[in-house]
């Protein structure tokens, strides 16, 4: 059965569509063959929540307008599940949000990110100003990528500050 409203899928971390790669490989093709109406978001890969789910907010508002809908279903990977959340929560969305599906989302947290913000404060900025770098040639307009390893951290996690009240 095809769903009333249009999909639109969520990226997470560092993946998105660059050159030959796709955020959700051939999943969008798949679900587009079957009839479903299919978006991408454009998010930044390193993003902060708050500014990537500001961007998301704008995408399905656009979406909402072309489409004559009012909802549409989110599937959500990785931190793309946090950006959502966010934007659900705090930026008054959950009204034009029909399913909204998280892949494998960090929702208590990241202990990679945790063990990375242990390393020399000097070491970090050098590698997040290259990961910035980097990702603004790959069409991320605002990279934050050592504030977005903060966020995703277990010790200060934007989680459990905006989120302990759908708990």
């Keep these: 059965m095809k ?3 249009p999909i639109i899928l969520v ?15 051939r999943i969008d ?7 479903f109406t299919v978006y991408k978001s454009k998010v930044d890969s390193f993003g ?5 789910a500001d961007f998301l907010k704008k995408e399905i508002m656009e979406i909402l307008e072309k489409e004559k809908v009012t909802k549409v279903n989110v599937i959500a990977h990785s931190k793309g599940g946090l950006d959502t959340k966010y934007m659900i929560e705090k930026l008054d969305m959950a009204k034009y949000i029909a399913s909204f ?6 929702h208590n947290g990241s202990p990679i990110a945790t ?4 390393l020399p404060k000097w070491i970090l900025k050098f590698i997040a100003f290259w990961i910035n770098f980097l990702y603004r040639l790959f069409g991320d307009k605002n990279p934050d990528s050592l504030k977005v390893c903060e966020q ?3 010790i ?12």
């Design 48 to 52: 902060t929540i708050e500014n990537n």
């Design 101 to 106: 599906t998280t892949l494998c989302t960090l």
């Design 156 to 167: 200060n996690s934007i989680v459990e500050e905006t989120f302990l009240s759908i708990l």
């Design 115 to 118: 063990n990375i913000l242990r």
């Design 29 to 35: 093709s798949i679900l587009q063959n079957e009839g």
């Design 152 to 154: 995703l951290s277990e």
């Design 11 to 25: 990226h997470g971390i560092a993946i998105k569509n660059i050159f030959f790669i796709k955020s959700f490989g």
């Design 3 to 5: 769903t009333k409203y």
